[in-house]
């Protein structure tokens, strides 16, 4: 029995902290597109934004997504899922605003 909450001890703290890790990194990535986004809601201008990139960002942050899924990852899920939305918001806008 011993042996058994050893282990259950130290499973816990291992996957706590990578849990902590990986949401703190999808919140930090996920985040750093919200100040894009505003931008371009606020003064209506896409010109230097690139088109292909957010496209294939898009695409890219999609399959992270699907994989998350797939793993049952949770960090990996929250943070593409909110990631994927604000990529399209800015490759709408970029259509939409040129």
């Given at each position: 029995m011993c042996?058994?909450?050893?282990w259950?001890?130290?499973y816990f703290n291992k996957n706590m902290k990578?849990?902590?890790?990986?949401?703190?990194?999808?919140?930090l990535c996920t985040l750093s597109f919200l100040p894009q986004v505003?931008?371009?809601?606020?003064?209506?201008?896409?010109?230097?934004?690139s088109l292909i990139t957010f496209s294939m960002l898009s695409?890219?942050?999609f399959l992270w997504l699907i994989y998350g899924?797939?793993?049952k990852e949770f960090p990996v899920i929250?943070?593409?899922?909110?990631?994927l939305?604000?990529?399209?918001?800015?490759?709408?806008?970029?259509?939409?605003y040129g």
């Open positions: 042996c058994f909450i050893n259950w001890r130290g990578s849990l902590i890790i990986g949401l703190a990194a999808g919140i505003v931008k371009i809601f606020r003064t209506k201008q896409t010109k230097d934004l695409m890219g942050v899924i797939l793993i929250a943070a593409n899922s909110v990631t939305i604000l990529a399209l918001l800015i490759v709408i806008m970029k259509i939409k």
